[in-house]
């Protein structure tokens, strides 16, 4: 069974349809890489995903091991292993990201019908995470993203995601706002994070994202829908030539 | 963070009207008839077999009250008060006694356990008693080694709040006891002629607590715990009055995070606080009265009068406070900062959800030379409340070198509820710094859907945000009572959201 299958997907924002019946499956351990120009919906598509309030989804579906995804609350659906990491992470002031990271994970294994990690096991995992991710303590003992550079954020994601573990990373345009040293140090991140059994979906506009993150597959989306399906050699194509030829074809 | 969680688990299972739970009394023993008259003052003075001139001193009140008229310019609606249709004198009225902590209401228990309030004192506070000839001897031992406990602890404070040389007692008792004290200090920070509500108060205020810490003794606890299980049943009219004099120190705690209802709709409070030189007071509240059913019917109105007199040099007076109940909340703890280089702060979370009405803030009057104070107010909004701000920063004429900062900080829960403030600020010489922020926002939906993707239920999220958005004023708490009042806030604001 595919890990996620979404079927001719179609979703409308306040009357207008953003998506026209998008079709992607992605397996376990495959890196989907999906490309296209601003508006094209690759962010309607992972926020849709997520469950993030405000679109309607007027047709087609989209499971997740073969369960209903849309039938989920949206915590439901982090429990079951769906994490986005934020194109934009948000600020939390007063809220330390160590409690944060524990109020969530707790949660998450809660719902799973888990045991809560016990305060020592839960610091011993964070510091062993950090240490890989390069963060420093310090950074945990701040407000969630309260002051963080970009590169800091975006470490604050791929920390969360491995401490979560989840089965699906969608991750929303990582590279933006990065400069080439903190987009290698993510980027190191998320492939240390690389197991047979982790699917990745890496948005993104630009090739060079893809050149640290190697993926198996490559979609173009333009206005809504899939439009070219390939192996990493298409995303190449696509720097040189551009995503205008996809426009017409659209 | 396990506060959070519990929290939202107990706000799924509870709803407001949880309040009618475990807080029944039995018939009342004794009551004079309703309505104010010299008569009725009179009456309540003879029941507390007062002396003379403390009947005199609440008759002049009485006189004072009749001409003075309620005030009307908080931001505030209520239906007119008819004051001769209140009971103000009731003796205190037993609960309903339960044998052992088994005949609670689970629920009840539950709630005390989320809060963390430790099994004795919930004993007490449902008022087990043990009794006789009692059957199962598993529940027998369970009343009375709460009881027991309770009681050893009470007795193990007193001792060693004697030998400390601090006195602390309720004030009926103080005024039998401590004739000269209680004759200097009481009136002295809130004068009889103060406000309608306070009037009111010195006429018929049926007890409270009294506290008297000597010179040089820094109080070796934190009047709390102790204050939280002798608490009950203080009635609406509390009066309480505290001295800290020469280079002492005493934290208060006043109040309980655990539901409170009362029969009584009308609580109007009167709290004194007098710091000589060099003396510290701290005083924390956590009010959780009964805010109304989800209708808004119902409720407390709790119009409180609370000031602390800096009378020393270089004294200092904290307030403290965590308001989450009460129908309309009409408060303002005050500091007169009199002493020289003496310093005055007032750390605020005031949260309204439903139809409360909150209507709170400080007053910090610079008299002395190089005074200081600092007011933090976090509003948390949310539901069909209105939340209101009302803060006063003066210095006088000869109050050189007078420094205020004040952050105002209002968050808004939803697009159905109010936040306002409403600061004045007058400086009478040109040598004072005063200092105002406020801000206000609107917990985001970008915000909210961030915690939620990574596992968050949208209630724990609130619960979360709101935490880190009073964070600063919790750390103010005594460290046992931050821990319960952090629960609390995410209790009031339970169905604020979705």
């Known amino acids: 069974m595919a890990l996620l ?7 409308r924002v306040e009357e207008r349809e953003i998506l026209h019946g998008l079709t992607l499956t992605v397996n376990e351990g495959e890196i989907h890489a999906i490309m296209g120009p601003n508006g094209s919906g690759k962010s309607t598509l992972s926020h849709v995903i997520a469950g993030k309030p405000g679109y309607e989804v007027t047709d087609g579906q989209i499971l997740f091991r073969g369960e209903d995804l849309l039938e989920m609350d949206p915590e439901e659906r982090a429990a079951k292993g769906v994490f986005l990491a934020f194109q934009y992470p948000v600020e939390i002031p007063g809220v330390a990201t160590m409690t944060f990271l524990r109020t969530a994970l707790n949660a998450q294994r809660k719902a799973r019908g888990e045991d809560e990690y016990s305060t020592p096991d839960f610091l011993r995992k964070v510091r062993e995470v950090s240490k890989s991710l390069n963060i420093p303590q310090d950074m945990l003992k701040r407000g969630v993203n309260v002051g963080f550079s970009g590169g800091e954020k975006k470490r604050n994601e791929v920390l969360q995601m491995a401490l979560f573990e989840p089965a699906l990373c969608i991750l929303d345009e990582m590279d933006s706002g990065l400069d080439i040293d903190a987009l290698r140090i993510a980027a190191d991140g998320v492939n240390a994070l690389r197991t047979p059994k982790r699917a990745i979906v890496v948005i993104t506009h630009y090739q060079r994202l893809l050149n640290y993150i190697i993926p198996d597959f490559v979609h173009v989306m333009s206005r809504g829908r899939v439009v070219k399906s390939g192996d990493k050699q298409l995303a190449l194509e696509l720097e040189e030539s551009g995503y205008a030829q996809f426009e017409d074809a659209a | 963070m396990p506060a959070v969680q519990e929290t939202v688990e107990r706000v799924k299972r509870i709803d407001v009207d949880q309040y009618r739970y475990g807080f029944e009394t039995l018939i009342d023993s004794e009551k004079a008839p309703k309505g104010l008259s010299e008569e009725i003052v009179k009456f309540i003075s003879q029941k507390k077999n007062e002396p003379a001139w403390m009947l005199q001193w609440r008759l002049e009140a009485y006189r004072r009250w009749l001409t003075m008229t309620e005030p009307t310019w908080a931001r505030v609606e209520y239906p007119k008060i008819d004051f ?152 609406q009219f509390e009066r309480t ?116 009405q909150v209507d709170s803030g400080t007053k910090m009057i610079h008299l002395g030379k190089n005074t200081s104070s600092r007011i933090i107010s976090k509003g948390i909004a949310a539901g069909k409340s209105q939340n209101t701000y009302r803060g006063l920063v003066t210095a006088h004429r000869k109050a050189t070198g007078a420094r205020n900062f004040t952050a105002c900080d209002s968050l808004l829960i939803g697009d159905k509820c109010g936040a306002h403030t409403v600061p ?72 604020s959201v979705g």
């Open chain 2, 424 to 495: 004045y600020i007058e400086a009478k010489n040109s040598s004072a710094t005063f200092e105002h922020e406020a801000t206000t926002s609107k917990i985001s939906e970008d915000v909210l859907f961030y915690c939620i993707q990574r596992g968050l239920s949208q209630e724990e999220a609130v619960g979360l945000v709101v935490n880190g958005f009073v964070k600063d004023v919790l750390q103010q708490l005594p460290m046992e009572f931050a821990v319960e009042a952090q629960k609390l806030i995410s209790i009031s604001l339970e169905g």
């Open chain 1, 5 to 11: 299958e979404v079927k001719d997907l179609k979703v």
């Open chain 2, 84 to 235: 001769q249709d209140i009971y103000y004198y009731a003796a205190p009225k037993p609960k309903k006694s339960v044998a052992s902590l088994d005949e609670i209401d689970p629920e009840i228990l539950k709630t005390y356990e989320k809060l963390g309030i430790p099994l004795r004192e919930v004993a007490m506070l449902e008022g087990i008693e043990p009794k006789v000839g009692e059957q199962d001897p598993a529940q027998r031992k369970i009343a009375v080694d709460a009881v027991f406990d309770s009681v050893s602890v009470a007795t193990t404070f007193k001792a060693e709040l004697k030998k400390a040389g601090v006195i602390f007692m309720p004030i009926s008792e103080a005024i039998r006891e401590h004739p000269e004290l209680v004759q200097k200090y009481l009136g002295s920070v809130v004068p009889t002629s103060d406000n309608f509500y306070a009037t009111l108060n010195s006429a018929v205020f049926s007890d409270g607590s009294f506290v008297y810490v000597p010179p040089a003794v820094r109080c070796p606890m934190e009047l709390s715990t102790y204050f939280r299980i002798n608490e009950r049943n203080t009635g």
């Open chain 2, 241 to 356: 009055l505290i001295i800290a004099d020469k280079g002492s120190y005493v934290s208060y705690l006043e109040g309980c995070t655990a539901p409170q209802r009362d029969e009584n709709q009308l609580h109007a409070a009167v709290v004194e606080l007098v710091a000589l030189d060099d003396a510290e007071i701290k005083y924390s509240t956590v009010q959780n009265w009964y805010p109304g059913n989800s209708e808004g019917k119902g409720g407390i109105y709790n119009f409180v009068t609370k000031r602390g007199d800096c009378r020393g040099r270089n004294s200092k007076i904290s307030w403290t406070q965590v308001e989450t109940g009460s129908a309309i909340t009409w408060k303002y703890p005050s500091c007169i900062l009199r002493g020289d280089n003496s310093s005055g702060e007032f750390y605020s979370i005031a949260i309204s959800n439903g139809f409360q």
